[in-house]
T-cell receptor, first 113, second 107 residues
């Protein structure tokens, strides 16, 4: 089944404790992206990647890192999480020729205390 | 990028057509109109997109006015599972999900 998977789905952590949210897709898509969703603010793009070893900042990249060493994986790294990064996070992927018809993962709900 | 305006919420009876409007009066000639939906806290789901011609797929139809300043997403026979937030997006360089329209499909 074609899908985007994220792990963990739920995470509660404390300020300053490094964490990684994994994202994997099995559709051989070139394009992958991370979003965060907050009440009243809609979805905002954090980072995106057009292909392996190519990443770019989105609208709200501060406090986040990403890497794209393999085509299928696009982990989101929070080196020193803070409470304002408490949010619902979505990973998405699409073929490079159709970056706007994205497949989204199920979401990761992160709480930073 | 063009901004979009959608009603905050709409109701629709199950089995009837749901018509969701979107205004994008500042759209430029090369900007597409996209529709996504998000069922409670799940990942958004792509529905349909178009440039200037009307489009139809297995999920919905998209009607774009001739001046391209507005569009309507049509779900021909709404079911309870279509209850979701529907996002109208106009994008050239950047994708922006706004607040969308909360569609409530009622029995």
């Amino acid at each position: 089944e074609a899908q985007v998977t994220q792990n963990p789905r739920y995470l509660i952590t404390v300020t300053g404790k490094k964490l990684t949210v994994t994202c994997s897709q099995n559709m051989n898509h070139e394009y992958m992206s991370w979003y965060r969703q907050d009440p009243g603010l809609g979805l905002r793009q954090i980072y995106y990647s057009m292909n392996v070893e190519v990443t770019d900042k989105g609208d709200v990249p501060e406090g986040y890192k990403v890497s794209r060493k393999e085509k299928r994986n696009f982990p989101l790294i929070l080196e020193s999480p803070s409470p304002n990064q408490t949010s619902l996070y979505f990973c998405a992927s699409s073929p490079r020729s159709r970056v706007d018809t994205q497949y989204f993962g199920p979401g990761t709900r992160l709480t930073v205390l | 990028d063009a901004k979009t305006t959608q009603p905050t919420s709409m109701d629709c009876a199950e089995g009837r057509a749901a018509n969701l409007p979107c205004n994008h009066s500042t759209i430029s000639g090369n900007e597409y109109v996209y529709w996504y939906r998000q069922i409670h806290s799940q990942g958004p789901q792509y529905i349909i997109h178009g440039l200037k011609n009307n489009e139809t797929n297995e999920m919905a139809s998209l009607i774009i006015t001739e001046d391209r300043k507005s569009s309507t997403l049509i779900l021909p026979h709404a079911t309870l599972r279509d209850t979701a937030v529907y996002y109208c997006i106009v994008k050239f360089n950047k994708f922006y999900f706004g607040s969308g329209t909360k569609l409530n499909v009622k029995p």
